[in-house]
């Protein structure tokens, strides 16, 4: 079972597993995949990322993966069933190291929320930008070091404010594969250089 250790480098992940990763999930060579990785619990805003993929519907078609714990007293399942995205949505639970650096590789972005945030850093958000990920993120005080062109912030609240944000940063990067791509490059860069 993978530890979500912050020095944990997933950068030797197998491109070849990501790749048949993205397949199974998607089905497709096109398609968008977004990836939730680490313990899902309330301050994860889990049921925030399902509310945007399902608001985004039907102009814009996104899948979700979610690797980790997920606290079942959430019932994210359960809403994401209730919200018509079930199909969407693929809940792997807690995989081996080679899986879940490769599953890192398989995504097209990634969301990785805070709040309230506990001050915490984040080993999952500095395994994401290991590998050239571009990843949407809360506004705090204490990740301000993560450059604009990698990572794209939103507001901690309140609520309307938060869900606009986040529905706006997944559409950009779901319509713009072009935008995603000059993202992930500035993450490659930053990331050699910084962790």
């Known amino acids: 079972i993978c530890s979500l250790a912050h020095w ?18 998607l089905g497709t060579e096109d398609g968008v995949l977004v990836g939730c990785f680490g313990n899902i619990d309330a301050a994860r805003r889990l049921d925030r990322v399902l509310q945007a993929i ?4 039907p102009s814009v078609r996104i899948d979700l993966v979610v690797v980790g714990s997920v606290d079942p007293a959430l019932d994210l399942p359960g809403q994401a069933a209730g919200l018509g995205i079930e199909e969407q949505v693929h809940w792997l639970g807690r995989v081996d190291t080679g ?3 490769a599953l890192i590789r398989s995504v097209d972005f990634a969301v ?3 709040f ?7 080993g999952v958000l500095h395994q994401l930008l290991q590998v050239g990920v ?3 993120i809360t506004d705090l005080v204490h990740w301000t070091e993560y450059p604009a062109a990698v990572v794209q912030r939103i507001p901690a609240g309140p609520d309307s ?10 559409q950009r990067w779901a319509t713009s594969p072009e935008e995603r791509d000059r993202a992930a490059q500035a993450t490659k860069i930053w990331a050699e250089a910084n962790l």
């Open 54 to 57: 399902a608001d985004l519907r």
């Open 8 to 25: 944990r480098s997933v950068r030797e992940a197998d491109p070849r597993l990501a790749a048949e990763w993205r397949q199974d999930l």
């Open 134 to 136: 571009p990843t949407i």
């Open 116 to 122: 309230p945030p506990a001050r915490a850093s984040s």
């Open 161 to 170: 404010e938060e869900m606009a944000a986040l529905r706006d940063a997944m």
């Open 112 to 114: 990785n929320l805070r």
């Open 99 to 101: 899986g879940f650096g």
